[in-house]
């Protein structure tokens, strides 16, 4: 007799991408929504580019611009708001705040150093900020003089950034941001003929600045669209949905978030249907999907967080908000790639060019857990089992074994796991100590506990699970 080699976990994954597709196809209340100018492809890429960027699971965020020379402090008052809004928090008259760009001087900036640290770290691709939402470029723009040709610096940003990463065999994507306080075009709101004349010209300028940016850095991997939330954005479906179509032909492969469009109806994200928007779902910021939510694992996602609480851009003062050591940020680490995603991990440098003490620290200790425990990591996706309170699996994308990454280490020392009907626990150890096998208990029919030996705590660590098919 043949039998068929479908292990229980693989069903259960088959059902639950049934389910999903069944809830998303919902209509709401009962009625399909017409939708002309929604997702440019209903399922998950499978192209090279895209399975690239599930692979690198581990990101470099960089925000950088103008708002790193106040950071944060205003006329003597520190705002507790994330840098790059101080023009908001301090209601700063706009020509004020354009006049930084006189200032704008990083003489210390050396992107070789970014990228070894980076690099080191264990970041497989970076995201750093070209234009944020003062409309400030990091880049010679031809369509704007409020760029870095116009400081004192008055030399390319982006071009040795893009080598330096690129050398270093970093992936490169651009964060830009649609949000433009500063261009005289830039409208919250259509309220007149004159507005909708503006705007349309405000396009045009969105549309040739990506471009430029795909001529002069071809080897950019993808956008990170930011500020799309008014409503002069949010109305102008077709036009964001002929601009991702045409991007993506003048340059093959190009990765889009999810934050770059809404249909025609407003719906941002995901469309009046329920549909993702985008290549992958970029609305986790600063928070990350319940570990309960495996519907999560039918879409592409990724979590973009700070090492403080609320800060993006260099803040002077981290001492009002908790600041995570980096054993918190592996665990989010962790806790992305074990549903699926990938994790995103800001940094935000000196108005001279150089980074703070605090995050070269905490770059340097994830990059040494990385060192020893990446596998667990790069490549790796959801284990399809139930996630228990030592930690959280994560699975390779080739192969039968399954990594238990141990945040908590019971009382007892036995780390309790359920595999699914018909699987068994062939053999247990630690992933920096392969040779030590680790003795594995029986529960009951249905767990499994594997005894681990005194262990520091200071770190956590990963173990090795090789399975094995039971006998019937």
């Known amino acids: 007799m043949i039998f068929l080699k479908i292990s229980l976990r693989n069903i259960i994954y088959m059902i639950k991408a049934i389910i999903f597709q069944i809830i ?64 908001v928090w301090a209601a700063i008259p ?19 150093k970014w990228a070894k640290m980076a690099k080191h770290m264990g970041a497989r691709y970076v995201t750093i900020t070209t234009k944020h939402h003062d409309g400030f ?42 949000l433009d306080w500063h261009h005289p075009n830039w409208r919250k709101e259509i309220k007149s003929d004159s ?34 939330w008014d409503q002069s954005w949010k109305l102008n479906g077709q036009f964001s949905y002929e601009l991702e179509n045409y991007l993506k032909k003048i340059h093959p492969g190009l990765i889009v978030n999810s934050r770059m469009r809404a249909d025609e109806h407003g719906s941002r994200h995901r469309d009046s249907n329920g549909r993702l928007m985008g290549d992958y779902e ?21 979590s973009c967080m700070t090492i403080p609480e609320n800060q993006w851009g260099f803040h002077k003062d981290w001492t009002t908000s908790h600041v995570k050591s980096p054993n918190e940020l592996i665990e989010m680490l962790i806790h992305s790639v074990s549903l699926g995603g990938n994790f995103l991990l800001n940094f935000g440098p000196k108005a001279d060019g150089t980074i703070r003490r605090e995050e070269k620290r905490i770059a340097k200790e994830i990059g040494q857990w990385m060192e020893k425990y990446g596998e667990a990591v790069y490549n790796c996706g959801h284990a399809g089992l139930d996630k228990q309170d030592w930690g ?7 192969g039968d074994n399954i990594y238990m990454t141990v945040f908590n280490i019971p009382i007892n020392k036995k780390l309790k796991i359920r595999l699914p009907k018909g699987e068994q626990i062939n053999k247990a150890y630690l992933l920096d100590r392969p040779n030590r096998s680790l003795e594995i208990q029986s529960y009951n029919k249905e767990i499994s506990l594997v005894q681990i030996k005194t262990r520091s705590t200071s770190h956590p660590f990963v173990i090795v699970l090789e399975l094995k098919r039971k006998e019937s």
């Not at 790193?68 to 708001?81: F, R």
């Not at 705007?199 to 991997?221: A, D, G, M």
């Not at 970029?282 to 996602?301: C, F, H, K, M, N």
């Not at 959280?392 to 080739?398: A, C, Q, S």
């Open 392 to 398: 959280y699996y994560t699975k390779p994308k080739v």
């Open 282 to 302: 970029s609305g986790y910021e600063r928070r990350l999907p319940d570990t309960g939510d495996t519907a999560i694992i039918q879409v592409d996602w990724e």
């Open 195 to 228: 507005d909708q004349f503006a705007f349309e010209q405000f396009k045009s300028f969105t549309k040739n600045q990506l471009e430029e940016l795909l001529k002069l850095y071809p080897e950019v991997k993808g956008f990170w669209f930011d500020g799309t």
């Open 137 to 178: 470029c990091l880049w010679p723009s031809k369509f704007t003089e409020f760029d870095v040709e116009s400081t004192p610096y008055n030399n390319d940003l982006l071009r040795p950034f893009v080598d330096a990463y690129t050398e270093e065999g970093i992936d490169v994507y651009f964060y830009y941001s649609i």
């Open 24 to 87: 998303i196809s919902l209509p709401l209340f009962g009625q399909v929504i017409t939708v002309k100018y929604g997702p440019l492809l209903t399922e998950k890429r499978t192209d090279t580019a895209m399975e690239k960027w599930r692979t690198n699971r581990f990101g470099q965020f960089i925000h950088w611009g103008l708002y790193a020379i106040p950071g944060g402090e205003w006329e003597g008052k520190i705002y507790t708001g994330a840098a790059e809004w101080l023009p």
């Open 94 to 112: 706009s020509a004020h705040w354009d006049s930084l760009q006189y200032d704008f001087n990083p003489s210390r900036f050396d992107p070789k």
